[in-house]
């Protein structure tokens, strides 16, 4: 079955969570129950509903008779009612997946919120600028922000309405470490949506890799390529940027990556962030939200960034650098020659906060 609920960037998840959101709507307004028994003691002239294992148990119980005319009768039996059970299988997932769906909203609201992205687009420190990272976001202008912030709190405004009915609240609160497919979740069209957007979780790396590798073949030179992808895991492949020679290794849901520039070498370790619902990536201690992310080259690329040096100060703060850092701003480089020049290559640009200094 073709899975058409892919997440590819921030626009495409806040329409597929518009469409969770109106498929959870849909269960709620008809949403799927089974019977229940309950048992429940009554007189034998209210009795409606009984069953053999009712009436021998009934039988094992002496205080249900009153002795009547030197015969014993019965005055109570067990019988049962037939109620309707929300608390299924099914409607827990659903439950869990609105929760985590709450969390994720959160967490975007409070990234996003304080994020001006002319300080990225228009700043010093811009990444578009110097071409490295420049789909930091798919965003062009501060009202854009606004927008999608906007849009955002209407999902969170919908969401906060269904925990607050009585679908959700009549339900038990379960984690799932993995939802087995019932008929149901099968079936049923709604269901069936919600369960296929769960699954985009277990589906993030192998994706990644693969968005990854094609956008590296676009955008650098390769020297080795990989025939071969099989569920995000290949070996060696090699590619080439500004002198910068990379090679990539993937196993186990882990990426490595070495970066050689003459006799310098820096190596990285490259991961989804573990339970995380969202598609955050983790860079040595370093997160990134891949959902601000077009191209995924240019994360790499980013690790290569590269200035020249200019009078031996700090290209993002303008201090007199030490040896191999800036006391003052924090930025790490190594240095190296290419066509006679000496070059900065800024290390940690990703831990960087944008809107520094920094001269070409």
Not at 57 to 80: A, C, G, H, V, W
Not at 263 to 283: F, G, H, R, T
């Amino acid at each position: 079955m073709k899975n058409d609920v892919d997440l590819i960037n921030l626009k495409d998840y806040i329409d597929k969570i518009k469409e969770v959101i109106n498929r959870i709507f849909n269960i709620i307004n008809k949403y799927n129950y089974s019977l229940k028994e309950e048992e429940r003691i009554v007189r034998i002239n209210e009795l409606y509903r009984y069953d053999s294992r009712l009436l021998r148990q009934t039988l094992r119980e002496p205080k249900f008779f009153k002795k009547i005319n030197d015969d014993l009768k019965p005055e109570y039996l067990y019988s049962y009612d037939l109620i309707d059970n929300i608390d299924t299988y099914e409607n827990r997932f659903i439950k869990y997946l609105i929760n985590l769906i709450k969390r994720n909203l959160v967490i975007i609201l409070k990234t996003f919120k304080p994020l001006n992205i002319s300080q990225i687009l228009n700043g010093k420190l811009s990444f578009t600028y110097y071409g490295n990272y420049k789909n930091l976001s798919y965003l062009n202008n501060d009202n854009d922000i606004s927008d999608i912030y906007n849009e955002l709190e209407d999902i969170n405004h919908k969401i906060s309405l269904i925990m607050r009915t009585n679908y959700y609240k009549h339900i038990n609160n379960v984690i799932f470490n993995e939802v087995i497919v019932t008929n149901l979740l099968n079936d049923d069209s709604n269901y069936n949506y919600c369960y296929r957007f769960y699954l985009i979780k277990n589906n993030y790396y192998p994706n990644f890799i693969n968005k990854l590798i094609n956008d590296l073949r676009l955008n650098t030179n390769i020297i080795k390529d990989v025939k071969t992808i099989k569920n995000g895991e290949f070996k060696n492949f090699i590619c080439s940027y500004n002198g910068f020679i990379l090679t990539l290794n993937s196993n186990l849901n882990n990426l490595k990556l070495n970066i050689k520039i003459n006799d310098l070498e820096e190596n990285y370790n490259i991961s989804l962030v573990e339970n995380s619902y969202l598609p955050i990536l983790k860079i040595n201690e370093t997160n990134i939200p891949l959902l601000f992310v077009l191209d995924y080259s240019n994360i790499i690329l980013t690790l290569i960034f590269s200035v020249l040096n200019k009078n031996n100060s700090c290209p993002y703060c303008g201090e007199i650098l030490n040896e191999d850092n800036c006391s003052y701003c924090g930025l790490k480089y190594k240095k190296y020659i290419k066509d006679n020049n000496e070059y900065l290559w800024i290390i940690n640009l990703l831990d960087l906060p944008i809107g520094g200094d920094l001269n070409a």
